[in-house]
């Protein structure tokens, strides 16, 4: 029974990822990718998608590339939702040390809709800024309508980058969104 006198904490949360939580943001991430791009990715890759990023994203958590490389995770009631990983630019993408990029954001498929996303986003513009970041950046699949159509409703805009990824037997084209974090 739970003590009614006992501070109730947030029922919705965003912080820093836990590196107990990376087989949480892994197998987020296998089934937003597995809803999103079963038309992108090859089979085989969705796969071994949970498996492979699990100890990715635990490196990530516990041996972050930079001071800047941070990911984050959406919790409701305790559990991680969502998550988002934020850090550096690459050098193509803006100047030195004035560009942040999001890498990913994810939400579990039965998650979303529940404002989770947008927690997120606000949880990510926040850390990038903190990091001294001016603009942010973004690249996603050319058909990712969905997280495209979502960012630009938070301020996003295209910027008219593009470039393509070698997946295995095809490739996917990647728009780049760009917005100001000033």
């Known amino acids: 029974m739970t003590d009614p006198s006992a501070p109730a904490g947030p029922r919705f949360s965003v912080r820093l990822a836990l590196p107990r939580e990376a087989a949480d943001v892994a197998a987020i991430q296998a089934r937003a ?3 999103a ?3 992108l990715l090859p089979a085989v890759v969705l796969a071994r998608l949970e498996s492979s990023a699990h100890a990715e994203w635990a490196s990530a958590i516990e041996q972050p590339p930079t001071v800047a490389h941070h ?3 959406a919790l409701s009631d305790g559990a991680v939702v969502a998550f988002a990983a934020t850090g550096p630019a690459d050098q193509d993408d803006g ?3 004035d560009v942040g990029s999001l890498t990913i954001l994810a939400v579990d498929p039965p998650r979303r809709r529940e404002g989770h996303g947008s927690r ?3 949880a990510v513009a926040d ?7 001016t603009t942010a950046i973004c690249w996603l699949p050319e058909t990712d309508t969905a997280q495209q159509r979502f960012l630009v409703e938070a301020g996003w805009a295209p910027d008219g980058g593009g470039r393509e990824l070698d997946m295995g037997p095809r490739t996917m084209r990647q ?7 000033t």
């Open 127 to 133: 850390t990038l800024r903190a990091d001294g970041f």
């Open 120 to 122: 997120l986003l606000q």
């Open 37 to 39: 791009y079963v038309d």
């Open 71 to 73: 990911l984050l995770v």
């Open 33 to 35: 990718w597995g809803d």
């Open 95 to 97: 100047g030195p040390g």
């Open 175 to 181: 728009v780049r969104l760009h917005t100001s974090l």
